[in-house]
């Protein structure tokens, strides 16, 4: 079996005076739902524990942004409509996969229904004035017995704590990433260039969205932590991974230390984050040499040979 213990929060900061940030946290089976409240002056942390099936659970985050209300709308209606494209999948008892697809059954579906957020948060953000531009980050995984898929549009982060090391498992989708892959720039630079803000791809922006996922094996005792920007922008991998791994057994410590720390450090911006450990006895032992990390071809609904670039940051 299986166990997943979550603990998930979003905050204001200390500049912003709404926030945009949204997180999602989805048990397929039982078809509930738990999200960020968006009220300014709370800071609650979610804390859950799933024991999971062949059905799967879903976790997320969304940074919106557009000015206004819009950023908070598109990261709302991010959450939102890929809870209820599942939660609809699952009461149409019609819906079946094939058995060749089973192995991608979880990753397909939050792919699929990642598009149609993009499709819906763009006709919005078209027919109504006060939400034109507007659009929000998702980064999310999908989690069976067997495999962790991730999925990403935008610059909102995934890492993976092994060992007692981390490493960045998502790849920006940002200029600066971009910059950076071209050897135009250095990774150290990309914190202070003019164009850091600049993201590729976001859920409304475009009316067509090329989400990146991946699937990762896990190990015993794996912690997963998702993010926007307004942590990792705060606290670098380093500080992340001190953090996490002196609070192993108290990860909701770990999640308002973060909080408190990327406050500490500015806190400019929202601040939302999710931590996952996984734990059982049907998973591997931990061996931090070996992360299989591979990118997946959802248009041939098969795994490709290509590796993800997995930076040791710890």
Not at 36 to 41: I, N, R, V
Not at 114 to 139: C, E, K, W
């Given at each position: 079996?299986?166990?997943?213990?979550?603990?998930?929060?979003?905050?204001?900061?200390?500049?912003r005076k709404g926030n945009e940030d949204?997180?999602?946290?989805?048990?397929?089976?039982?078809?509930?739902?738990?999200?960020?409240?968006?009220?300014?002056?709370?800071?609650?942390?979610?804390?859950?524990?799933?024991?999971?099936?062949?059905?799967?659970?879903?976790?997320?985050?969304?940074?919106?942004?557009?000015?206004?209300?819009?950023?908070?709308?598109?990261?709302?209606?991010?959450?939102?409509?890929?809870?209820?494209?599942?939660?609809?999948?699952?009461?149409?008892?019609?819906?079946?996969?094939?058995?060749?697809?089973?192995?991608?059954?979880?990753?397909?579906?939050?792919?699929?229904?990642?598009?149609?957020?993009?499709?819906?948060?763009?006709?919005?953000?078209?027919?109504?004035?006060?939400?034109?531009?507007?659009?929000?980050?998702?980064?999310?995984?999908?989690?069976?017995?067997?495999?962790?898929?991730?999925?990403?549009?935008?610059?909102?982060?995934?890492?993976?704590?092994?060992?007692?090391?981390?490493?960045?498992?998502t790849k920006d989708q940002s200029l600066?990433?971009?910059?950076?892959?071209?050897?135009?720039?250095?990774p150290e630079e990309a914190e202070t260039?003019?164009?850091?803000?600049?993201?590729?791809?976001?859920?409304?922006?475009?009316?067509?969205?090329?989400?990146?996922?991946?699937?990762?094996?896990?190990?015993?005792?794996?912690?997963?932590?998702?993010?926007?920007?307004?942590?990792?922008?705060?606290?670098?991998?380093?500080?992340?991974?001190?953090?996490?791994?002196?609070?192993?057994?108290?990860?909701?410590?770990?999640?308002?230390?973060?909080?408190?720390?990327?406050?500490?450090?500015?806190?400019?911006?929202?601040?939302?984050?999710?931590?996952?450990?996984?734990?059982?006895?049907?998973?591997?032992?931990?061996?931090?040499?070996?992360?299989?990390?591979?990118?997946?071809?959802?248009?041939?609904?098969?795994?490709?040979?290509?590796?993800?670039?997995?930076?040791?940051?710890?």
């Open positions: 079996m299986l166990t997943v213990e979550t603990h998930a929060t979003s905050h204001i900061g200390r500049v949204n997180y999602l946290l989805l048990n397929i089976s039982e078809a509930k739902t738990w999200m960020s409240s968006q009220e300014p002056d709370e800071f609650v942390i979610e804390s859950q524990k799933f024991e999971i099936n062949e059905n799967g659970i879903v976790l997320a985050v969304s940074d919106g942004m557009g000015g206004a209300l819009a950023g908070e709308v598109a990261s709302k209606m991010a959450v939102e409509t890929v809870s209820q494209r599942f939660i609809d999948e699952e009461e149409d008892t019609d819906i079946t996969v094939p058995a060749e697809n089973t192995n991608h059954s979880l990753i397909s579906r939050l792919y699929g229904a990642t598009v149609y957020a993009n499709h819906l948060i763009h006709h919005q953000g078209r027919t109504d004035p006060q939400f034109q531009g507007m659009g929000a980050t998702f980064t999310g995984i999908g989690i069976t017995p067997e495999t962790v898929d991730l999925i990403q549009v935008g610059d909102s982060r995934a890492y993976l704590v092994r060992g007692g090391q981390i490493y960045q498992i600066v990433q971009q910059l950076i892959d071209a050897g135009q720039i250095q260039h003019t164009l850091k803000n600049v993201i590729l791809q976001a859920l409304g922006a475009q009316n067509e969205i090329y989400p990146v996922s991946a699937r990762l094996y896990p190990q015993r005792d794996d912690v997963l932590l998702l993010c926007s920007d307004g942590l990792s922008n705060k606290v670098g991998g380093a500080d992340m991974q001190k953090i996490i791994c002196q609070n192993f057994t108290q990860l909701q410590i770990a999640a308002a230390e973060l909080v408190k720390v990327a406050n500490e450090r500015g806190g400019e911006d929202n601040i939302t984050l999710i931590l996952v450990k996984l734990t059982g006895d049907a998973l591997p032992e931990p061996n931090e040499e070996e992360i299989k990390l591979e990118l997946l071809n959802l248009g041939n609904i098969h795994d490709t040979a290509d590796q993800i670039d997995t930076a040791e940051i710890g």
